[in-house]
């Protein structure tokens, strides 16, 4: 259950005393889903900022792992950030999994999940709030399952842009400026007088809520939450038919604040005077922070997978040239198989049992080298002079070659350009990714 704090919040909004629901605002006459401004009668002073307010405010640097960033927050005020900014520098690009509030005098590590699988990770660099992750992947972010963020990324990408992109913020930037209705959308979002969030409702009913407790934080993030929602605010129906049943939104918005009651929910972040926790509940999944028993931000939305799975892919340990020396194998053995029918059962069994022991033995023997190549690039960037070095022991030279493409073909390692202008390999977050779930297994 809720605690007593949300529970409070959404009885206020049930009531509509200290909140006002406005006329829903539509794109156009075709529009399948609308937007219903929520304004704030009574508010006192703010005790924080957005980060969207003043971007530089936070220090915040790589970790030197995918999941991590370290936010540091050396000014007087309390730091609020929202859940799915993306953090973009020279490093890769992240996604907060839900939002903080930055105490002053604070260094906290932060959860996130990288949104560029082939992207090279280096620790320390600094990285600057930059854009917001789409509607459509919230959930998948604030899961923090990395390799779903990955999948769901690709398969967002070739949904809205027919190709496959693995880099989140270049599949967002493209669709802002390939599709002129998601920017009209952008442009006209509705932001009135004292206006603390908005409800967005769709065919299937509330598809999102989002509330502020004041209406500088709201003003603040608006034209972002615009682009968050533009997908699905563009949709549009072929004849106008639908027309806003007032009614029935509100049958709908009271339907969806009792799903709220009833959601579990996660504490995930907690500072002096501040948490933060995740909401799971039927259908629906989300988060809100607190400050001083103050409900400061609140985040729900309606969830479902809006896309199809994407078929699985070989083992990504084994080489095109490897893959196609098994099914050589394979062949090979196949034709003994049928030459063997009239022989003795004892002779047929083995053929396949010594198929499945080759494949076997190859893919961890492939595996194993794998590890030793990535793991001699988690520190730094190595060049191959460097890393056939370091290795000399371990691993023979023409092997390393074959690892090091293997990496690059799998978007496990990238070569980059040290200062010196000489070429050097690094592990992508891909790379790292692995590197850790195969130092698990062992």
């Known amino acids: 259950m809720i605690s007593k704090t949300l529970l409070n919040l959404i009885d206020d909004l049930e009531r509509q005393e200290t909140f006002r629901f406005l006329e829903p605002w539509r794109y156009s006459s075709k529009s399948l889903a609308l937007v219903v401004p929520i304004v ?4 006192g002073s703010r005790e924080y900022i957005v980060i969207d307010e003043v971007p530089g405010i936070l220090s915040i640097r790589d970790a030197g792992t995918v999941g991590k960033v370290i936010v540091e927050n050396g000014s007087d ?3 609020f950030i929202r859940g799915g900014c993306i953090l973009e520098g020279l490093t890769q690009p992240r996604a907060l999994r839900y939002g903080i509030l930055v105490e002053p005098g604070t260094t906290y590590t932060v959860d996130v999940v990288c949104v560029h699988a ?23 972010i604030s899961r923090g399952s990395q390799n779903e963020v990955w999948d769901s990324i690709g398969r967002y990408a070739l949904a809205y842009l027919n190709r496959y992109v693995p880099d989140l913020t270049e599949v967002v930037r ?12 952008i442009e006209k979002f509705p932001l009135v007088k004292d206006q603390v969030g908005v409800i967005i409702v769709g065919t299937k009913g509330v598809e999102a809520l989002e509330l502020f407790d004041h209406p500088k934080s709201w003003s603040a993030i608006a034209k972002n939450a615009g682009k968050e929602f533009g997908e699905i605010l563009a949709e549009e129906q072929e004849i106008p ?8 939104i509100k049958e709908a918005i009271n339907f969806f604040l009792g ?22 509940g039927n259908g629906i999944v989300g988060e809100y922070t607190v400050l001083n028993n103050n ?4 985040m729900v939305a309606r969830t479902e997978k809006p896309f199809k799975k994407r078929e699985k892919r070989i083992s990504p340990y084994a080489r095109l040239s490897e893959i196609r020396e098994i099914e050589r194998y394979r062949e090979l053995l196949s034709s003994i198989l049928s030459e063997m029918k009239t022989t003795e059962p004892r002779r047929r069994i083995y053929a396949p049992m010594m198929l499945m022991h080759l494949t076997l033995t190859r893919d961890r023997r492939v595996e194993k080298t794998l590890f030793k190549v990535l793991k001699a690039l988690r520190e730094k960037q190595l060049t191959w002079t460097e890393l056939v070095e370091k290795l000399s022991r371990e691993v023979s030279p023409a092997t390393i070659s074959r690892r090091l493409k293997n990496g690059i073909n799998q978007g496990l390692i990238t070569k980059t350009l040290r200062e010196n202008g000489k070429p050097a390999y690094t592990l992508t977050a891909k790379g790292t990714a692995l590197l850790e779930k195969l130092e698990k297994k062992r």
């Open 40 to 43: 704030r009668v009574r508010y």
């Open 77 to 79: 005020k309390h730091v």
């Open 118 to 140: 082939t992207s090279p990770i280096r620790r320390g660099k600094e990285l600057r709030p930059a854009l917001y992750v789409p509607f459509m992947l919230k959930h998948v």
């Open 174 to 185: 493209s669709i802002e400026k390939a599709q002129t209705k998601i920017a009209d959308v």
């Open 241 to 248: 038919i639908f027309k806003p049943d007032s009614e029935a």
């Open 259 to 280: 799903k709220i009651k009833e959601c579990r929910e996660t504490e995930v972040f907690k500072g002096k005077n501040t948490y933060t926790k995740l909401l799971e």
């Open 295 to 298: 409900t400061i931000h609140l």
